[in-house]
T-cell receptor, first 116, second 110 residues
């Protein structure tokens, strides 16, 4: 079974440029998460989707970050414009989405963003 | 909010046993995860505890005490490939989403 797929794996851009990250979750997983991970830190949740609905985006900086999951499968996370402090690893994860239960998240390899 | 505390770094010798502790303070509790993350790679699931006690899975075991807000991950017969970051993640009450600690970087040396 294929795991969570993310692309690109690495991205280097200059500040003020836009950037987009793509995620394909595990087949059959209804819940999709975007996390930000700084060096030496644990992942921090940016946004969570249940199917195509964003149900938790309280930590997403909405002035520059946006996300979508139009058909309830793939998802895109965008930053426009990027700032130096956005340099980090952006992780995507998915889970079955079991109602009323904690279920295990499976992570993709992440996109390492460097903003110059 | 949640407060999750784990040591920043630990070192151990190949073949030895190491215990990585995690303490937490949350409003309610719906479980605790341990993940392993090698440098530059995705976190991978190791264990999930929701009831008190020890869960053993091969060389890795995870323990939980809800009354003490405490968990540990026990790694036996350490191998060089066990060098990685180990993330403790706690699911607070009223939620099904874990909050991650900053991780413990384990270095295994010959």
């Amino acid at each position: 079974e294929a795991g969570v797929v993310q692309s690109p794996r690495y991205k280097i851009i200059e500040k003020k440029q836009p950037v987009a990250f793509w995620c394909n979750p595990i087949s059959g997983h209804n819940t999709l998460y975007w996390y930000l991970q700084n060096l030496g830190q644990g992942p921090e949740l940016l946004i969570r989707y249940e199917n195509e609905e964003a149900v938790d985006d309280s930590q997403l900086p909405k002035d520059r970050f946006s996300a979508e999951r139009l058909k309830g499968v793939d998802s895109t996370l965008k930053i426009q414009p990027a700032e130096l402090g956005d340099s980090a690893v952006y992780l995507c994860a998915s889970s079955l989405g079991l109602a009323g239960r904690t279920d295990t998240q499976y992570f993709g390899p992440g996109t390492r963003l460097t903003v110059l | 909010g949640q407060n999750i505390d784990q040591p920043t770094e630990m070192t151990a010798t190949e073949g030895a046993i190491v215990q990585i502790n995690c303490t937490y303070q949350t409003s309610g509790f719906n479980g605790l995860f341990w993940y392993q993350q090698h440098a530059g790679e995705a976190p991978t699931f190791l264990s999930y505890n929701v009831l008190d006690g020890l869960e053993e899975k091969g060389r890795f075991s995870s323990f939980l005490s809800r009354s003490k807000g405490y968990s540990y991950l026990l790694l036996k017969e350490l191998q060089m490939k066990d060098s990685a970051s180990y993330l403790c993640a706690v699911v607070p009450g009223g939620s099904y989403i874990p909050t991650f600690g900053r991780g413990t970087s384990l270095i295994v040396h010959p």
